[in-house]
């Protein structure tokens, strides 16, 4: 192998070292993670979290409870949102810049695709066999907990609150989308509510809290009541 070809693939491996160092930095966008996440940009945040001592688990690309717990504690140590998902402001914090964008908002909720898709994967996992209106009344109650001061103030932190969906804890919130779910899912960002208001729903056919049927309903539709 002569000189110049050594040189070469030295410069490379240069470059790519750096690139990896950089991690997010060196990227145009920063997606949000939340508990289920996978992949490069998770490895990124565990070794940040593993290197200031928030995490002590294995650097393996998957945002689950240790992740999602050490996410937790790097935002309540540093003054932020405590909802245990990695938005603009978190990838701050941990060193890696966010460029911000210009986003279309809807009720003061950015209205992208990635939310579109996590709000749909919510309403499929809890609404898949209620009717259309139904499935955007539930997309709206996650919607009304976001700006109500006793959720967390994101999306996705309403979603992965820890025993706040059960589809979140028997995995039917992967189920695949529907075109259906995504509409829905449009709407509620657009602002149409039929909950009225709502905070919670629940099917009354199905054991539930004792406690939920303390709070005042106010709308069914489908196999859902809704309530304040």
Not at 198 to 223: C, D, E, M, Q, Y
Request: proline share 7%; charged share 15%; aromatic share 12%.
């Amino acid at each position: 192998m002569n000189l110049r070809r050594l040189s070469g693939m030295a410069i490379l491996t240069a470059v790519l070292l750096v690139l990896f160092a950089l991690g997010p930095q060196a990227r145009a966008e920063y997606p949000t993670l939340y508990w289920g996440s996978t992949g490069w940009y998770v490895s990124q945040v565990q070794w940040r979290l593993a290197s200031w001592g928030y995490y002590d688990g294995p650097v393996d690309g998957i945002f689950g409870d240790g992740t999602y717990r050490a996410v937790q504690t790097f935002q309540w140590k540093n003054g932020l949102a405590v909802d245990g998902v990695v938005g603009p402001a978190t990838w701050e914090a941990l060193g890696f810049p966010v460029t911000p964008a210009a986003p279309a908002v809807s009720r003061g909720y950015v209205s992208d695709r990635d939310a579109i898709t996590l709000l749909a994967r919510l309403i499929m996992g809890e609404a898949a066999d209620e009717p259309f209106e139904g499935k955007v009344a539930v997309g709206a109650v996650v919607l009304n907990r976001v700006r109500n001061a006793s959720f967390p103030h994101t999306i996705a932190g309403v979603i992965f609150q820890p025993g706040a969906f059960e589809s979140v804890s028997n995995g039917q919130i992967w189920r695949p989308l529907t075109s259906e779910a995504i509409r829905a899912a449009e709407l509620a960002l657009s602002g149409w509510d039929p909950s009225g208001g709502a905070l919670f729903f629940w099917n009354p056919a199905k054991p539930v809290s004792p406690w939920i049927w303390t709070r005042p309903i106010i709308a069914r539709i489908g196999h859902h009541v809704f309530a304040l």
